[in-house]
């Protein structure tokens, strides 16, 4: 009963980080980025390149380093996380294994997707909607699905020049209508 008893104060202390963390942006626990909230350990964990750009209600749990590229864009509802537990252990939680996350430059990385520790998504990435990506992804890789599966990758000459605008701000806006192609 005594294990029982640390494990309910281990969830009860990790709960209330997190709600803080929510709350209040001076908690030691927590950094907060526009559209992106940091909780860890060590909130200092997190090396952004220039013009990241987060959409919103992003968690990014740094309790090992995660590392985003110039240029990268994250968008609604994602998570990396750099922590897991040991499966072989009982109880679980007594062991916890934290591993770091690099994203590469110019990375897409479509809502809800879910990254996990240990993982490097190369420079110009794109990754679906949705996606659990658990395994590394390769330079131009695009990639959906859960489990994560790379269904083509894009052309180099569409990456392999400069960019033509410098500034988020500077992007065109194209409205189109509904697809055309259904699922048979």
Request: charged share 20%; glycine share 8%.
């Amino acid at each position: 009963m005594k294990n029982y008893s640390t494990f309910k104060k281990y969830l009860k202390r990790k709960f209330k980080r997190a709600v803080l963390s929510i709350i209040s942006p001076d908690n030691p626990y927590s950094k907060r980025l526009d559209g992106a909230i940091v909780v860890g350990e060590n909130k200092n964990n997190l090396i952004l390149g220039e013009n990241v750009t987060f959409g919103g209600n992003v968690y990014l749990h740094s309790d090992a380093t995660i590392e985003i590229g110039e240029g990268t864009m994250i968008a609604y509802n994602c998570t990396i996380h750099t922590s897991t537990h040991d499966y072989t252990e009982h109880p679980m939680w007594t062991k916890r294994i934290d591993r770091p996350v690099k994203i590469g430059k110019h990375v897409w990385i479509g809502t809800g997707a879910i990254i996990l520790g240990g993982v490097v998504i190369e420079d110009y990435a794109v990754i679906a909607a949705g996606t659990v990506i658990t395994k590394n992804v390769p330079k131009g890789a695009i990639i959906c699905g859960n489990p994560a599966k790379i269904i083509k990758y894009r052309s180099p000459e569409t990456y392999d020049k400069p960019p033509f605008i410098n500034q988020p701000q500077e992007v065109t806006i194209i409205k189109k209508g509904y697809l055309s192609t259904n699922y048979s």
